[in-house]
């Protein structure tokens, strides 16, 4: 049930009901369109996320939306995560790294976190759950995908784009 089958279910109609609404809002739970699941699509969810080549010249990755000192970061760990800038960037296997957003599809909250145990990004509010590419998983409480993004190294600046 969402908040507004709820409110209309307590008696809450026109203006009352969406000063209801409105009220409960928070700048942080602004909707975010994400892309679309292909529910007739034939690959697996679970696609790998493959390592990073290094390359020597990311100065042609044009609007890059994070860098990332790499020699000073907390992502020298596989498995180890961090969120700038509402990106979700992990460390998924020794030169592959993922990002996402950490607003979750489910509901628009920024509770996303990367999961190293099972290899996955998930919603710490109501599990929701995410491969490596932002797709959500079979058992996931959601449906819609959230953003990933691409990444580039060359091996001491990572580049989230």
Same mark, same amino acid.
């Given at each position: 049930m969402t908040r507004?089958?709820?409110?209309?279910?307590m008696g809450f109609t026109g203006a009352a009901l969406m000063a209801a609404l409105?009220?409960?809002?928070k700048p942080e739970d602004t909707y975010i369109p994400v892309a679309k699941l292909d529910v007739n699509s034939t690959t697996t969810p679970t696609t790998p996320v493959t390592p990073v080549t290094p390359t020597s010249? $990311?100065? @042609? #990755?044009?609007?890059? $939306?994070? @860098? #990332?000192d790499l020699t000073t970061s907390n992502?020298?760990?596989v498995g180890a995560y961090i969120i700038q800038a509402n990106i979700v960037v992990a460390q998924?296997?020794?030169?592959?790294?993922?990002?996402?957003?950490?607003?979750?599809?489910?509901?628009?909250?920024?509770?996303?976190?990367?999961?190293?145990?099972?290899?996955?990004f998930y919603c710490t509010d109501h599990g929701a759950t995410f491969d490596l590419k932002g797709v959500p998983l079979p058992n996931s409480i959601t449906n819609r995908s959230i953003t990933a993004y691409q990444v580039a190294t060359d091996g001491k600046t990572?580049?989230?784009?």
């Open positions: 507004y089958e709820f409110l209309k279910s409105t009220s409960c809002v010249d $990311l100065s @042609k #990755i044009t609007n890059p $939306l994070l @860098k #990332i992502l020298k760990n998924v296997s020794a030169g592959a790294y993922a990002a996402v957003t950490n607003l979750c599809s489910h509901e628009p909250k920024r509770k996303v976190i990367y999961d190293k145990n099972a290899s996955q990572l580049v989230v784009y």
